[in-house]
């Protein structure tokens, strides 16, 4: 049942069709023969710090060659089917020992000091390939087939080892993705190279404005037509990496539509400010000012459906960390509670307790279920707005709970950073804020 | 072949079946039946028919009752009886829980043979229409405090004891009863047996008037030296101490993604109403802009449809993985225990957000809120499941985690 209720729905579904995925073992090989190259380390966000956008690369501009690269989609599936393919399994597989072994444990120290160690980020792409995931294989990339689920699943995967860490290392790959979607032959041509090379930009997609109610279709930030191009007016939150990004996407309002634009960090009259938050914090959230930014005609990218869709497969993409970190909070607080002990028994044996732990695996499961769900449907081509806001809806309203919840599990310990709960709390409250950054 | 949460096309006929059912007949009569609390809805006569027909033309694909058998497949993804069972529970559900649970041939009692009984005993009782009896006055949650007793004696067991809120009690066929044939040995000696209308020592004491579902009816049912064949016992007759509850239990968890479903259904048809009410109201769901810069009665929506979402999902998902023969025991808990506790608040909210429409009987949304109490109640309450659930992920026994 797709929502409402109507009559006839026999028509429901699409018909088997055969999948043309990309050879999964190619794939894999391509990623583990990528060699890391030394890059400048970024400074990572103070507070106060203000600064002219980064400035470290150009990025010459390319003729196009007349039509732009689109990944392909994936045909339709009949049957219902919650096993990840073949291909999925393995790229997961990796990302879960990523997070493990590399991402939670330095996940406290970059909370701290709010940066993301630029080896991590750097391995990020070495090893997982985060950014030339749904890249064309024409343009360097991995495919020629996106894949919204795989994405999700890769995004669930780095945000249990740490949700700040997971945004600062798919935030390159939410640009190269809007690139790679939404982008004209020039524009590909122009940026995309840089993503599937080794040595990867900082960039962000940025949407937030820092105002309450902010809505992403009310943007405040504006694009005016000039002779030549655009100028762009407003101001960013919450932009991941932003100091020491070379490259944004920045969403303006265009006659009254919001509208996606490219813009170098270079760009004059474009300035960062740190915006340390209550969480995210490895992902060194920062504050973008555009005053009079002016860029050129070939900027702007898509129009205002692509935005849309943007703004829709950015909230599954949160849905997804939401899930991720919300497994790691259950996988903490079992053995916590089975462990601790109180009036002479595991708190576990307790219904107060153990009715907590079982509330958070069901809200998690529904809401993982209604995310995947969205993904899905946006990889086959259908429509997937009333599931994106759904999974949008359950992973920003259960995930918080289940982050409340971890924490009063472990009671004062909770509170305190010796445990990860805390720092969970802080980054589950996230995912009812933010909007972009990342994309399935 | 990927991820994929929608439901196969071959379902589609057996979808629209059920909800052409839902509007042409459940729903006229709906209020109606409500009103004459223990009159048999006699339509469910001929649509039972119907349903055999289809049932018996349907392939892989089924209704209700029939849809909870494993059936072995070499197959990598089945999507089967199971799912299509429960799909189409959820469109009857549209229509009347209280009709579904009337109907003919399709009680829950017919879920358990179809779950546990030997080829044998399932040929035997295909046409039989069975009520499930498990519920004593001296204990709800507690199955395995069950006092009824079968001994076995020749070729017959004798059954003694009485049991309470048997749904369709009165007007079934047979009841699936549960009685203990060792009471020393605790609940591994727990057995379900199908006893016959008619069978000597049965009797039907009195029916129940209740808070919701009134067109079902809920009996009182009496076991005085009822003498049952002893080929009706189902499943295995031996006490496997080491299996314990096993074999009888193991029914629930395919008729708890069915009552999960019912609760979809039910809960469905609140949204539709409330979608409805609210436009005419002015109030539109717009899925892009963000809850709070709605009406708040459009953001209630989307938080009503997001649980509706979670609550189908799991259910679906504790049946695809019965039709893969998947263990699927957490998934079914947590199905039920997240779409009931949903039915519920959605069919009260929106009974709230209609005002006086949604609470006076001019609309079927206050008989909605009713209906769907029972459902977080029967086949295992709210907290069973969410005891079943915690011991799962604790890994904890019920001597541990109480």
Redesign the interface.
């Known amino acids: ?5 109507k ?9 088997l069709a055969a ?1 043309n995925r990309l050879a999964s073992a190619g794939a894999i090989d391509k990623l583990r023969l990528r060699k890391p190259v030394e890059r400048a380390v970024y400074e990572g966000a103070k507070a106060g710090f203000r600064s002219v956008g980064a400035a470290n690369r150009t990025f010459a501009k390319v003729q196009g060659r007349g039509k732009a690269e689109r990944p392909g989609k ?1 045909g339709g ?9 073949e291909e ?1 399994q393995m790229i997961v597989g990796a990302t879960r020992e990523f997070s493990a072994e590399q991402i939670r444990p330095v996940a406290a120290d970059a909370n701290e000091s709010c940066e993301t160690p630029a080896e991590l980020l750097k391995r990020s792409v070495s090893e997982l390939g985060v950014t030339i995931v749904g890249v064309p294989e024409s343009l360097g990339g991995m495919g020629s087939e996106r ?1 919204a ?1 795989t994405s999700a699943l890769v995004a669930e995967a780095l945000a249990h080892g740490d949700m700040g860490i997971a945004v600062a290392c798919l935030a390159p790959a939410g640009v190269s993705s809007a690139l790679t979607l939404w982008g004209d032959d020039a524009q590909q041509a122009t940026y995309l190279p840089s993503f599937v090379g080794d040595d990867v930009p900082a960039a962000a997609l940025a949407i937030v404005e820092p105002r309450p ?6 943007l405040k930030t504006k694009a005016s037509r000039t002779p030549s191009g655009y100028v762009l007016d407003g101001v960013k939150s919450l932009v991941p990496r932003a100091a020491s990004a070379e490259l944004f996407i920045v969403a303006a309002a265009l006659d009254g539509k919001a509208t996606l634009f490219i813009v170098e960090s270079s760009t004059k009259g474009i300035s960062v400010e740190s915006e340390p938050a209550m969480g995210l914090r490895a992902a060194s959230t920062g504050r973008l000012i555009l005053e009079s930014v002016t860029v050129p005609l070939s900027a702007k990218l898509g129009d205002a459906d692509d935005y ?1 869709e943007c ?2 497969l950015s909230r599954i993409a949160w849905s997804a960390l939401a899930c991720g970190t919300g497994q790691a909070v ?1 996988d903490y607080v ?1 053995p916590y ?2 462990e601790r002990q109180a009036f002479g028994e ?1 708190i ?2 307790r ?1 107060a307790v ?2 907590m ?3 958070i ?3 998690l ?3 993982r ?2 995310m ?2 969205a ?3 946006a990889e ?1 081509g ?1 429509p997937y ?6 999974a949008r ?2 992973s920003s ?1 259960y995930g918080m709970q289940i982050g409340s919840s971890g924490v009063q599990l472990l009671g004062g310990h909770g509170y305190v950073k010796e445990h990860p709960v805390e720092r969970w709390y802080r980054d589950l409250r996230a995912v009812g804020v933010m909007e972009g950054v990342v994309l399935v | 072949m990927g991820i994929n949460l929608e439901t196969p096309k071959k379902f589609g006929v057996l979808i629209n079946q059920a909800h052409q059912v839902s509007t042409e007949i459940f729903r006229p009569i709906s209020r109606k039946y409500d009103k004459a609390e223990h009159e048999y809805p006699k339509e469910l006569d001929m649509l039972a028919s119907l349903i055999d027909g289809m049932n018996a033309s349907g392939g892989e694909t089924s209704t209700g009752a029939r849809g909870v058998r494993r059936k072995d497949s070499d197959k990598t993804n089945v999507n089967g009886g199971n799912m299509s069972g429960v799909l189409s529970i959820i469109e009857a559900c549209w229509g009347d829980v209280a009709m579904v649970l009337s109907m003919p041939r399709q009680g829950l009692g017919n879920a358990a043979i179809a779950s546990v009984a030997n080829d044998e005993q399932l040929a035997r009782f295909d046409h039989t229409w069975a009520a499930m009896a498990i519920t004593e006055p001296g204990f709800g949650s507690d199955s395995a405090a069950v006092t009824a007793t079968a001994v076995l004696d020749g070729d017959h067991y004798v059954i003694n004891g009485e049991k309470i809120f048997v749904t369709a009690g009165g007007r079934c066929d047979s009841v699936v009863v549960w009685a203990s044939v060792d009471r020393s040995k605790g609940r591994a000696a727990i057995k379900s047996f199908v006893v016959e209308k008619g069978t000597p020592g049965m009797v039907v004491e009195r029916l129940e008037h209740k808070l919701g579902i009134r067109a079902s009816d809920t009996a009182t049912i009496r076991f005085t030296d009822c003498r049952v064949p002893k080929d009706n016992l189902l499943g295995s007759p031996e006490v496997e101490v080491e299996q314990g509850f096993a074999g009888v239990m193991q029914t629930f968890d395919n008729t708890r993604p069915l009552v999960a479903g019912m609760a979809v259904g039910c809960a469905r048809a609140a949204l539709d109403e409330i979608e409805d009410l609210l436009k005419q109201a002015g109030v539109t769901v717009d899925y892009d802009r963000p809850a709070h810069t709605q009406h708040a009665a459009a953001a209630a929506y989307l938080q009503m449809e997001a649980d509706w979402e979670a609550g189908y999902l799991l259910t679906l998902e504790a049946t695809w993985m019965a039709d893969n023969n998947k263990p699927n025991s957490l998934q079914a808990s947590m199905a039920k225990a997240k779409a009931a506790r949903v039915g519920v608040d959605i069919t009260l909210r929106c009974v709230e957000l209609a005002g006086a429409l949604g609470y006076s009987e001019d609309s079927l949304l206050e008989k909605w809120a009713r209906d769907s109490k029972i459902l977080d109640i029967f086949e295992g309450t709210q907290q069973i499941q969410q005891l079943i659930v915690a011991r799962r992920l604790l890994n904890k026994s019920s001597t541990d985690l109480k």
């Open positions: 049942m797709s929502g409402r209720n009559r006839g729905r026999d028509a429901m579904g699409v018909g999948l994936a599936r009949d049957l219902f089917d919650l096993t990840p393919t999925q894949s689920t109610l902010f809505d992403a279709f009310q849309t703004v829709r259950l079992i509670v089975n595991p576990s044996h219904q153990a009715f732990v079982a509330n695996a069901i809200e499961e529904g809401a279920l209604t995947l769900r993904a899905s449907r086959q259908q707005a009333r599931e994106a806001a759904l809806k359950l309203d």
